[in-house]
């Protein structure tokens, strides 16, 4: 597991004791199309929550950067802001 600590409490277990999700390499991120990509690794993690290298599934050779925000509503709204602020 690229999240520490590794082990479901939460959100059908998805979610450790921090509220992140925990990920592994080769996991998919994203069900639309366009929007789908596979972790390659773990970049970075902080209070709002993690940021993982994946790799664009529909154009391979493409990487990007993908924040997972914690499973909490107050960090959900918070990359909301985020969002509208990139648009």
């Known amino acids: 597991a ?6 479901g409490v939460s959100n059908f277990r998805f979610d450790n004791v921090n509220s992140d999700l925990i ?3 080769g996991d998919q991120l994203g069900e639309e199309p366009n929007r789908k990509f596979i972790i390659d690794d773990l970049l970075g993690s902080g209070t709002f929550g ?3 290298k994946c790799t ?4 391979r ?3 990007v950067a993908v924040k997972v925000v914690k499973n909490k509503q107050a960090y959900f709204n918070q990359g909301l802001v985020e969002v509208r602020l990139l648009e």
């Open 2 to 7: 690229l999240t520490k600590p590794s082990e």
């Open 56 to 59: 664009d599934i529909e154009n």
């Open 23 to 25: 990920a592994y390499v």
């Open 50 to 52: 993690q940021v993982f």
């Open 61 to 63: 050779a493409r990487v």
